[in-house]
Structures are given as structure tokens and as C-alpha cells.
């Protein structure tokens, strides 16, 4: 069995640091009404992850702390398909492009799929648990992953 998938935009990067979504030409009919919603989800296509990565089952991230992790139950960039997710809040539409607040992915990143944030369909349902390694990587070192490409995320971790 083997998928087609094709992008529908790109990420793009002002001058400024500030980064927009750039829809192709054939999908901005697609946009009609996306600007009623205050947040959008993003898929995107991971695509600086090299092939031989893509075959990555685990990795043990750099902190002492933290365990040897199977790809899955981690949001590390390189797995066996490298789809990126993420909300983004969306602050304007311009015609093709949407003015959003930040996203983590890099210049140039295709993007996949855009659905607007619905909070009785995609937030969680019940309590959320996270491990305690989670827990403390994000109150320690959250605010360092803002803007790394993904040459920087790979030295955080050893591939198994």
C-alpha cells in the first residue's frame, strides 16, 4: 500500500522572525472562513528528516533524568513518518496567507492539512497524565525549543 500526499502551502519566515503560512493558489477557496476561528491545527511534512532516520525506534534523550524512549512516545521530529503537528493561534488572513502567532516548524516546512480548532471535538477528554520526565523537561527547558531547526533538536538526543 503506498500514499500520495502533495503539500498545500508552505511555512514562511519574515524578515522580522515572524512566520506565516503561505497557502497555494489552487487551495485559497479552501480558506473561505478559516479567519472565524481563533486557533488552526497544522500538519505538516517533516521534511529535513533523512531517510535513514526515518527508521529511528528509539532514542534516549540527553537529560539524566530522562528514560530511553520509544519513537512513539515522543515528539521527536525523526519516525517513520515524519508528520508534524501542532495549534497554531491565527491572528489574520491575507488572501493565501494566515498570520499566525508562532509555529514550530522551519522555512520552507510543506505543509499537509489545516482544521480549524474545535474544542468539543480535539481537546482532550477527561484528565491528562503526563510522566514526570515530561513534566520536567518542559518546567526546565520549554522555553529553549522555540526556534531550533532540526539539526539543534538532533544533538538532544541519542538515536538507539
Same mark, same amino acid.
Given at each position: 500500500?503506498?500514499?500520495? /500526499?502533495?503539500?498545500?502551502?508552505? /511555512?514562511?519566515?519574515?524578515?522580522?522572525?515572524?512566520?506565516?503560512?503561505? !497557502?497555494?493558489?489552487?487551495?485559497?477557496?479552501?480558506?473561505?472562513?478559516?479567519?472565524?476561528?481563533?486557533? *488552526?491545527? /497544522?500538519?505538516?511534512?517533516?521534511?529535513? *528528516?533523512?531517510?535513514?532516520?526515518?527508521?529511528?525506534? %528509539?532514542?534516549?534523550?540527553?537529560?539524566?533524568?530522562?528514560?530511553?524512549?520509544?519513537?512513539?512516545?515522543?515528539? =521527536?521530529? +525523526?519516525?517513520?513518518?515524519?508528520?508534524?503537528?501542532?495549534? !497554531?493561534?491565527?491572528?489574520?488572513?491575507?488572501? %493565501?496567507?494566515?498570520?499566525?502567532?508562532?509555529?514550530? +516548524?522551519?522555512?520552507?516546512?510543506?505543509?499537509?492539512?489545516?482544521?480549524?480548532?474545535?474544542?468539543? =471535538?480535539?481537546?482532550?477528554?477527561?484528565?491528562?497524565?503526563?510522566?514526570?520526565? !515530561?513534566? %520536567?523537561?518542559?518546567?526546565?527547558?520549554?522555553?529553549?525549543?522555540?526556534?531550533?531547526? =532540526?539539526?539543534?533538536?538532533?544533538?538532544? /538526543?541519542?538515536?538507539?
Amino acid at each position: 500500500m503506498s500514499f500520495k /500526499v502533495k503539500p498545500i502551502g508552505f /511555512v514562511r519566515k519574515l524578515e522580522s522572525g515572524k512566520k506565516y503560512i503561505e !497557502v497555494l493558489e489552487e487551495y485559497e477557496e479552501a480558506l473561505e472562513k478559516i479567519e472565524c476561528f481563533s486557533h *488552526v491545527i /497544522v500538519l505538516y511534512w517533516l521534511n529535513k *528528516v533523512p531517510e535513514d532516520l526515518r527508521k529511528t525506534l %528509539r532514542i534516549k534523550p540527553k537529560f539524566e533524568w530522562a528514560p530511553e524512549l520509544g519513537i512513539f512516545a515522543t515528539r =521527536f521530529p +525523526a519516525r517513520p513518518n515524519p508528520i508534524g503537528i501542532t495549534t !497554531v493561534k491565527l491572528l489574520s488572513r491575507r488572501g %493565501r496567507m494566515l498570520l499566525i502567532d508562532d509555529i514550530d +516548524a522551519e522555512d520552507g516546512t510543506p505543509i499537509l492539512d489545516l482544521k480549524p480548532y474545535i474544542p468539543l =471535538f480535539d481537546k482532550p477528554k477527561g484528565r491528562v497524565i503526563l510522566p514526570r520526565w !515530561v513534566l %520536567r523537561h518542559i518546567k526546565e527547558h520549554h522555553h529553549e525549543h522555540d526556534d531550533l531547526s =532540526f539539526e539543534e533538536i538532533l544533538k538532544m /538526543v541519542e538515536i538507539r
